[in-house]
């Protein structure tokens, strides 16, 4: 019971933790926009379509690889290494273990994919209830497998890269580190972000919708975004301590941040030029469309709202909970003060405000 | 000379360290004191790198929290126990630092060559032993054109040759008149440096 207790708060916790922004906007728009009737339409539609149903178990399938990642990752941590004494627990017993960590770590899955079944047994649809089970099943015993294959190999080699000619500017310094290290959380927040940006610039023709749609779907795929802020200020704090020694200004600090978010963000810009409901957009032309000067002050905006995170990181980089609270009680007072209509440019200036205000706090006077 | 005033560090309400007031003329500091006693917090805090109460002056001009990039320009550290992106090189660092700190032209590739890191300062840090680690970090204390430099324990992990090297390379700074804080727990007056002052830090106490 003590080991499940300690990994229920050494991995469990901090999984739900580091990747609260991403379920947070998940749930916000599987149970904000959707309601449970919408949900079994869905749940209905594919126990009677297989392409429909596999839909379902890859993202299951998705979902478990980055929690098993993220629990192999963990385990290997420095400050986790006592967590190695797991290997002294007889093969039953360790395994009784890990089923309990990812029964709460696939909680969300498990859960959906109950729903799923229940539906399927009310419906009748054997096969497909089958099918289900099955694969949830399959996934939690291949996540204790692959976690119980980690706890006896701590240490794997890592991937040798060929030596780099080039010297490695500042700015690239945490791309090259999500890409190295946290590929998996990299491509999902970019997808994710892609797709309801996306997703609202298709929809603005479609009704008589104005500005506060891109708005709302702009707050979405910035909060999309809080998983990655968050782990440049832990990267950061763990990894590049000197970074405070530094004779930079603040806006020299803030200009490297910015660029290195310009990079994170540039997918957004090209999604926005691709899907624009412009006006004046070439191409796409459409008399009650958005000016392309609304285009370039959302992804503005988007920018300094992704730096003010960052900067809010800053202020309490030991304090993931503070950070996160903040986190999603600014995207609820965002979303209503963009119903009410507050327009791009004021959210512009005020994310540049935060900047400038919070990246002071974190930073000091010059 | 360095200058503590009204210095004092807490963690979640505890005090780490508390210096009421502290003057650092130009020579070299040796601070001991058992692990644990406030040592490296002091240290880090001195390098800017923690946020504190109170006030460090460098040559009654520079302020760590008042003049914050004039300070840094001029106070350098190079941690016990360095830890950087594993997927960073020597050189990265090296670059990156010698460009903030203005290092003057050459000075990263000779001191790369004293400290014997040419050989593999190309490579990833994730490939060095704890020893290259060092290395790397006593390289990036040097660059630039510091008036305070802060070693933390910074003779151990590193060879015999290194250590020589390190020795000459204090030595030649003190020539230009750097003051050096060192924490050790190795008896550096055995070195043959000379040791203005020696201080106690003991329960977060300078004695």
């Avoid at chain 1, 209905?44 to 392409?51: G, N, Y």
């Avoid at chain 1, 080699?157 to 700015?171: A, D, K, Q, S």
Wanted: with cysteine.
């Amino acid at each position: 019971m003590i080991h499940f207790l300690i990994l229920q708060r050494t991995l469990v916790r901090v999984f739900f933790l580091r990747h609260a922004g991403f379920l947070g906007v998940i749930a916000y728009l599987a149970f904000g926009f959707m309601r449970a009737s919408d949900h079994e339409a869905i749940m209905e539609a594919a126990l009677i379509s297989p392409f429909l149903l596999a839909g379902f178990v890859a993202i299951w399938m998705l979902y478990a690889l980055r929690a098993v990642s993220f629990v192999r990752k963990t385990l290997s941590a420095p400050e986790l290494t006592f967590l190695q004494t797991l290997r002294l627990l007889s093969g039953p017993r360790r395994w009784l273990v890990w089923a309990g960590v990812f029964w709460n770590v696939l909680g969300p899955v498990i859960g959906y994919a109950a729903w799923t079944v229940s539906v399927g047994i009310k419906r009748g649809a054997t096969g497909p209830v089958v099918v289900i089970i099955a694969s949830v099943l399959v996934l939690w015993l291949a996540a204790v497998g692959a976690t119980d294959w980690r706890l006896h190999r701590p240490q794997p080699e890592p991937l040798r890269l060929p030596t780099r000619r080039f010297v490695l500017p500042y700015w690239l310094f945490f791309p090259a580190y999500l890409a190295r290290h946290r590929p998996l959380i990299l491509t999902l927040t970019k997808v994710v972000s892609c797709l309801l940006l996306t997703g609202v610039c298709r929809l603005y023709p479609t009704d008589d919708y104005d500005e506060r749609l891109l708005l709302i779907g702009l707050i979405l795929s910035v909060i999309t975004h809080a998983g990655l802020c968050q782990q440049f200020g832990a990267f950061e704090t763990r990894n590049l301590l000197l970074l405070r020694n530094m004779p930079f200004s603040n806006w020299q600090r803030l200009g490297l941040y910015a660029l290195t978010y310009a990079l994170l963000w540039l997918p957004e810009a090209l999604i926005l030029a691709r899907n624009w409901p412009g006006h004046d957009w070439p191409g796409h032309e459409w008399p009650g469309g958005l000016s392309l000067l609304f285009g370039v002050l959302l992804w503005l905006t988007g920018l300094a709202w992704l730096l003010a995170l960052h900067t809010l990181v800053y202020n309490r980089p030991d304090d993931v909970d503070w950070w996160f609270r903040r986190v999603f009680a600014g995207v609820i007072v965002g979303t209503i003060l963009t119903m009410f209509g507050v327009p791009v440019w004021v959210w512009l200036l005020t994310g540049l405000a935060v900047v400038s205000f919070s990246g002071r706090r974190a930073y000091g006077s010059n | 000379m360095l200058q503590l005033a009204n210095l004092s560090k807490a963690y979640a309400g505890r005090t780490v360290i508390s210096v009421p007031d502290l003057i650092l003329p130009s020579g070299i500091h040796w601070f001991r004191g058992i692990n644990g006693s406030g040592k490296t917090t002091l240290f880090r805090t001195v390098a800017g790198l923690l946020p504190f109460a109170g006030q460090v002056w460098l040559d009654h001009q520079y302020e760590v929290t008042k003049t914050p990039v004039d300070y840094r320009m001029r106070v350098n550290y190079a941690e016990a126990e360095p830890l950087y992106p594993d997927f960073l090189s020597a050189r990265d660092l090296a670059r990156f630092v010698g460009k903030a700190k203005q290092a003057p032209p050459g000075q990263t590739e000779a001191l790369a060559d004293q400290l014997g890191m040419t050989g593999y300062w190309q490579q990833p840090v994730s490939t060095y032993s704890s020893g290259m680690l060092k290395k790397t970090a006593l390289l990036l204390a040097f660059l630039g054109d510091p008036r305070v430099i802060l070693l933390d324990e910074p003779f151990t992990t590193i060879d015999d040759v290194a250590g020589a090297v390190l020795l000459t390379l204090i030595q030649e700074a003190r020539q230009r008149d750097v003051l050096f804080l060192l924490a050790s727990h190795q008896d550096i007056s055995l070195s043959g440096l000379t040791i203005t002052a020696t201080w106690r830090v003991q329960d977060g106490v300078l004695q």
